[in-house]
């Protein structure tokens, strides 16, 4: 093996000239200093935003940009530091000092005043810490930008770091550790991270979680607080801070304003002159090399990674040779690499990325493979043809034409690109930055674009892209020898094994005679015939209007076999457009099975697609299909010049196809191997699908078309292509510049694609129907099939009447989406900041345009078993009442505006533009004036409005005959283990919910001994007057005197020491040891536990009405439900059966449109 160290051809060169054409100015109102760029920079054509480049006297680098279009600013700064500087005793450290700077400021001391002051200005924020990096980012409303900023700036120059903060982010830290356990993405991220060379930076635990943290500190009895101070100060400098902002121009601040506000606000950043971290030696030493890791993952996967060690590549982002290596890697047309092991059925999928280009140290190229059980089993001829493919682009040679058709590519991507969002520009700028050889000329263009050929270095590249420079990484659930798992990370408890590579897949000379027979199969690609040749000429069209968030589309044509709109939009120099459509077939809407071989068909057709079009993705037009309930959808997206072409190639595709044996059991190999992660995926997203099923029908669960694969065959796919198109209607959408004649042709051209026999007849037609739920609150439990998972989650939808027929409902959605808004960071901050019931705590709305009604999703997913998330949830809905009573008038006003300015922000891509109107379509009430209305109704609501909406139908304790709830539990398998009889409904209808999430923080303690029955009669008599001898501890309400809570917990420890005896001496066994008894007594009586809050909820549960929270029982009552569906103790519905459940509720009226459909085209003009 040849060390890597001298395979560097070029060694890097000093770092680029940031002095030389910096002269000092002075900010016009304050005349504060600052070193300002006079160069050029390299912008996109026609850019009509304003640039500054320039220094600070501190050494931070700062770009503003002044744009005229955009609502909402936006700003990031990133350090040009990350995990990869972690103390080897404190991994983590980064993340967690990422976290605690956000918790308040010496300025401003309030731990969520930068959030709190971000939501009423209809902002957000976030960060994140990668290897060497760590960026913030925050978007506000432009009218709030200086207050956000002055805010910000305060992090980076006086962060308070409060010692009562660490511990609640530490929490949020283990939470955010413990779902990336569970991912599989994750697990192999760090494998491959851990098992680099022992003692390189990139070996260590990235992310950290509470023990490499606190527990670490503890054991060397240090304060974790001091040691992130230290962190701080250490490596937080000016000279390693870049700081963008792009500020809208309309209603917000000049590019003279942004100027003064950086030079004034960042100047007092301290430079602490910091010396980069330099990492010299490659994560790959020699021992490394030739090595195969094998590792278990969770889900059924096959994953199969090849790991190239390259030099430090940075200072070559002009020539990028990395690039021109990769997209030929990468190129899935014909003759690839890609299209070949797909053709032998050894692959779904493949990726090739490397090390992102800002990271100024040693790289990896990974070359990545989802492969089928065949292709995992033959994994070392899947190796071989990857050197095969590579000796055929190396005898090949270098080719320029290639590396300018990619440079054609990214030019037209930068200088005739749609605008980016200000939050993505932001981001991006100040990251590149950190690439110290980025030359300030480029500070925008960055590695988006390929500056000048080099071959030399190309060639050097391909060189080390041998079989001696590489390790290779197996990732299988199962494997036929377990023995070779010999090891278990001690972080993700992944097993994995390590051993040197057989010398067959090392050798050049044994790995090319596997391949002998496969020489004409593996070529160079053809030159790309999508690429557009008329960048420099073409003008936009006179007649496009620049989008206005509010503009309809335009109806052409519309008869019983298709509809036909169009939307003029114009935003960038070269023209783009999106071709949307649907089919509409009754072969697929009706049954489980029609959805599984719609979807089939998908999967065939998008694997054919591959080898033709991925060209055309190359060139910037992209395409999607997926069968959406009982529709075909099919979108072209990109440069307009080319996008009919790639939807007829489509079409035409679909219509000639002939499905083999071989492809079928392919595509439905792989159709398993999806349902199966689905039940395995994050309780979140299981919680989420759920309500998505309950919300319409027919609308069939994965698991309900997972059992259909069993029952269909290659031939019933064939008869299913045959019939399913001969009856259709196609609704189509063509936005860009595009003339009426242009696309009334588009459609004609479609249409004899299809070559449909006849129109769908009106009494087949038939729509997915919303489901009316009845007022009252369901309840569904769910229990997860992934043992690894130990996360637990809730989704609690609260729904607003069904809206009258053809109307728009706006006054609901209004409401909805301002108590959203208003109510989302303080959620957050309760239930996972001070509670920490879950990293994931999400408040949202939904907006059903489909004729049902809309609704305020409230979302958790963490360790908390989910009937004490439920209770929170409720608990927090009451307590928020007195904050929506009590909010002034100018604080209502302020978040009213908030949502309005969001609500009128630009698309400034076409996607957005299309995506704007192609739902309306589709969900056939053809509301365009959605945003005015909805802006409409939100400028006229008071806050009478509000706080009557809030008491009929969000707070608990109102009871309205009108409040609708679902609530979705998911239980992770653990959780249901600990608590079997959770498994069973009637637990529920027998038990208060209260009693109950008791009960399950009690079994998470290790307290198992206390049967439910226990906690019942424990809670049921723990209102009784207290003992007269209690001296103390004792509160006097209105019926006597109460024990305080603190009392209860005693009471409550004691009752479990004495089921503990009388359960050893019950089984005549020595029971617990009384260390573990001590213990669990201890997390009995903790007052900041979890238990004491469920155990104080418990007591207090008489005293409410509220279907979840309340210890009374319910009064039945003719519900016509209750057919079919048992009630909880206190009054909510049980779904069993969520199919069940939808048949004994009202559906919606179809939808109709809200404006009349008038088509400019009665008759059809001559199109030819």
């Known amino acids: 093996m040849c060390p890597i160290d001298k395979q ?119 960060a994140s810490t990668t290897s060497t990096i760590t960026y913030y980012r925050f978007a506000v409303n432009n009218r709030g930008l200086a207050g956000a900023l002055d805010r910000f700036a305060q992090f980076f120059i006086a962060p308070l770091l409060d010692a009562n903060c660490v511990a609640r982010e530490l929490n949020a830290i283990e939470s955010e550790f413990r779902s990336n356990v569970q991912n599989d993405a994750q697990r192999r991220s760090h494998i491959m991270r851990a098992t680099c060379c022992s003692g390189h930076p990139y070996s260590q635990f990235m992310g950290g979680n509470y023990a490499s943290l606190q527990t670490s500190a503890e054991q060397m ?41 950086s030079v004034n606000m960042f100047s007092p950043v301290m430079n602490r002159n910091v010396v980069r971290m330099a990492i010299p030696s490659h994560p790959l030493c020699e021992q490394k090399l030739g090595t195969l890791v ?14 190239f060690a390259l030099p430090h590549t940075s200072h070559l982002y002009c020539s990028a040779p990395e690039q021109y290596v990769k997209d030929l890697l990468a190129y899935g047309g014909l003759g690839s690499l890609q299209a070949c092991l797909k053709q032998l059925g050894w692959i779904a999928s493949m990726s090739v990325n490397s090390s992102p280009p800002n990271i100024n140290s040693p790289r990896l190229l ?53 605008p980016m969002y200000p939050i993505t520009v932001a981001v991006n700028i100040a990251c590149q930055m ?48 377990s023995a070779c798992l010999s090891e278990v990370d001690p972080h993700f408890g992944v097993r994995f094994g390590e051993a040197k590579l057989p010398s067959e897949l090392t050798s050049e000379a044994e790995l090319s005679l596997v391949t002998l027979d496969c020489a004409d199969q593996l070529y160079f690609p053809e030159p790309n015939k999508y690429i557009t040749q008329h960048i420099a000429t073409t003008e936009p069209n006179n007649t496009a209007l620049d989008c206005d968030v509010q503009q309809a589309p335009l109806l052409l044509e519309r008869n019983r076999q298709f509809e036909l709109w169009t939307r003029q939009f114009s935003h960038g120099a070269l023209p783009r457009g999106s071709i949307s459509m649907f089919v509409e077939t009754m072969a697929v809407h009706t049954t489980s099975r029609g959805q599984v071989l719609g979807e089939l068909l998908v999967r065939v057709l998008n694997d054919r697609l591959a080898k033709e079009l991925y060209a055309a993705e190359m060139a910037g037009i992209k395409h999607k299909l997926l069968f959406s309930e009982h529709r075909l959808c099919i979108s072209v997206i990109g440069v307009q010049e080319k996008m009919a072409l790639v939807l007829l190639e489509i079409l035409n595709e679909l219509r000639n196809l002939v499905v083999t044996n071989d492809e079928f059991t392919l595509h439905l190999d792989q159709a398993r191997r999806v349902a199966e992660y689905m039940q395995i995926s994050s309780p979140r997203l299981q919680a989420s699908w759920q309500q998505y099923y309950l919300r319409a029908t027919p609308r069939w669960h994965h698991m309900d078309w997972a059992a259909e694969l069993n029952n269909v065959a290659a031939a019933d796919l064939q008869e299913f292509v045959s019939e399913a198109f001969s009856q259709v209607y196609v609704a189509m959408l063509v936005v860009g510049q595009v003339s009426d004649r242009e696309a009334m042709c588009i459609l004609d051209q479609s249409l004899a694609a299809l070559a449909p026999h006849s129109p769908i007849p009106s009494v087949l037609y038939s729509q997915v129907r919303a489901v009316s739920i009845c007022p009252g609150t369901y309840v569904q439990r769910i229990i997860t099939d992934n043992a690894a998972n130990s ?80 209770l929170r949830v409720e608990k927090f809905l ?128 290790g307290a198992d001994e206390l049967l439910l029955s226990d906690v019942g009669r424990f809670v049921a008599t723990s209102g009784m007057p207290s003992d007269p001898n209690l001296d103390s501890g004792v509160e006097i309400d209105a019926d006597g005197p109460r024990l305080t809570v603190a009392e209860y917990q005693r009471r409550l420890a004691a009752l479990y020491k004495a089921v503990v005896l009388e359960t050893a001496a019950a089984e005549q066994m020595l029971g617990k040891p009384s260390a573990e008894v001590e213990r669990i007594c201890a997390l009995i009586a903790d007052d900041q536990a979890q238990l004491c809050t469920a155990l104080q909820m418990a007591l207090e549960s008489d005293q409410f009405q509220s279907s979840l929270l309340t210890s009374q029982p319910a009064i039945l009552c003719g519900h016509k439900t209750a057919t079919t569906l048992m009630q909880t103790f206190s009054g909510a519905w049980i779904i069993s059966d969520y199919l069940a459940f939808k048949r004994e509720q009202p559906l919606c009226a179809p939808a109709i449109p809200v404006i009349q459909l008038q088509a400019k085209y009665s008759s059809r003009p001559s199109i030819l």
């Open 8 to 126: 560097q051809s070029v060694p890097p060169p000093e770092p680029a000239d940031w002095q030389e054409l910096f002269d000092e100015q002075q900010t016009i109102e304050s005349h504060a200093p600052y070193y300002n760029y006079t160069g050029s920079i390299v912008l996109p054509v026609g850019d009509k935003r304003k640039y500054r480049l320039f220094r600070l006297p501190n050494n931070i680098r700062v770009v503003c940009i002044s744009d005229p279009d955009v609502k909402q600013s936006a700003v990031s700064l990133a350090v040009n530091v990350g995990s990869s500087a972690d103390p080897s005793e404190f991994q983590g450290m980064a993340h967690a000092l990422e976290h605690l700077l956000f918790m308040g400021t010496a300025k401003y001391p309030d731990a969520r005043d930068f959030e709190t002051y971000l939501t009423s200005h209809g902002g957000y924020t976030n």
């Open 878 to 1005: 009451v307590d928020f009442t007195p904050r929506l009573e009590s909010m002034s008038e100018c604080e209502f006003q302020a978040n009213i505006a908030a949502r309005v300015t969001a609500n009128l922000e630009l698309p400034r891509k076409i996607v957005k533009a299309t995506n704007q109107v192609w739902q309306k379509i589709q969900d056939g009430n053809y509301d365009f004036e959605y945003t005015g209305e909805l802006n409409a109704q939100l400028e006229s609501l008071t806050r009478a409005d509000m706080l009557e909406f809030w008491h009929t139908y969000v707070n608990p304790l109102c009871a309205s005959a009108e409040m609708t709830r679902v609530v979705v539990q998911v239980w992770s398998a653990g959780a249901a283990d600990l608590a079997p009889g959770m498994r069973s409904a009637e637990v529920m209808a027998e038990y208060p919910l209260p009693t109950i999430a008791l009960h399950l923080c009690l079994t998470q303690i």
């Open 791 to 870: 996360d637990n989650s809730i989704n609690c939808t609260i729904y607003t009447p069904t809206p009258t027929r053809g109307t728009g409902d706006y006054r609901s959605k209004a409401m909805l989406s301002l108590i959203a808004h208003i109510m989302a960071i303080p959620f957050f901050d309760q239930l996972r900041t001070q509670e920490q019931l879950g990293y994931m705590v999400n408040c949202s709305w939904i907006a059903n345009n489909s004729g049902g009604a809309s609704g305020l999703q409230l979302c958790i997913q963490g360790s908390s078993n989910p009937e004490y998330m439920c």
């Open 366 to 418: 990974k070359i990545k493979f989802s492969a089928t059980p065949a292709g995992f089993m033959q994994y070392d001829k899947l190796v071989a043809y990857v050197f095969a493919y590579l000796r055929a682009i190396r005898a090949q040679g270098v080719q320029e034409w290639y590396f300018r058709e990619l440079q054609a590519m990214t030019q037209m991507s930068f200088f005739y690109g749609e």
């Open 434 to 481: 950190c690439n110290v050889y980025l030359r300030p000329e480029h500070v925008v263009s960055g590695t988006q674009l390929l500056y000048e050929f080099d071959r030399d270095q190309i060639e050097a590249i391909l060189a080390l892209l041998n079989p001696e420079n590489y390790r290779l990484f197996l990732g299988a659930r199962e494997f036929p020898d």
């Open 221 to 261: 009895g240090v304060q974790l607080r001091d040691r992130m101070a230290e962190f701080f100060a250490t490596h937080y400098s000016a000279d390693l801070m870049n700081l963008v902002i792009v500020g809208g121009s309309q209603d917000g601040a000049t590019l003279d304003e942004l100027v003064e506000w």
């Open 294 to 307: 094998r590792y278990q993952t969770l889900g059924n996967a096959h994953d199969i990674t090849l790991t």
